[in-house]
């Protein structure tokens, strides 16, 4: 089994920056993708970004230029750093982790470890 605890949700402004965290622990060697998933009310859970090992990252047009997908191997985190906010980027962000290939990672259903949460506000 695989934890994961995200952190860094919270309220912003338009145009402001945040920055999630997800922390991983457990049989973290057993995933080779990491991603970040976001849902708004009434909508469906849809894809941010994910970073594969050794590295790669793949976003989200919606978000491409404006966040930033990266991790810490020694710390088992991973980040998404997060600028040039938008309202439309307002809904509840949940960390994934999946182990598999040939497939960019979009899909919520290639991930099989999920976390809580963190709700990311952007007033306009």
């Known amino acids: 089994q695989v934890q994961l605890v995200e952190s860094g949700g919270g309220l912003v402004q338009t145009g402001g920056s945040l920055r999630l965290s997800c922390a991983a622990s457990?049989?973290?060697?057993?995933?080779?993708?990491m991603g970040w998933f976001r849902q708004a009310p009434g909508k469906e859970r849809e894809f941010v970004a994910r970073?594969?090992?050794?590295?790669?990252?793949y976003y989200a047009d919606s978000v491409k230029g404006r966040f930033t997908i990266s991790r810490d191997i020694a710390m088992n985190t991973v980040y998404l750093q997060m600028n040039s906010l938008k309202a439309e980027d307002t809904a509840v962000y949940y960390c994934?982790?999946?182990?598999?290939?040939?497939?960019?990672?979009?899909?919520?259903?290639?991930?099989?470890?999920w976390g809580q949460g963190t709700q990311v506000t952007v007033s306009s």
């Open positions: 970073i594969r090992s050794p590295g790669t990252t």
């Open positions: 994934a982790a999946g182990n598999f290939g040939g497939q960019v990672g979009r899909s919520p259903t290639l991930y099989s470890y």
């Open positions: 457990g049989r973290t060697f057993s995933t080779s993708v």
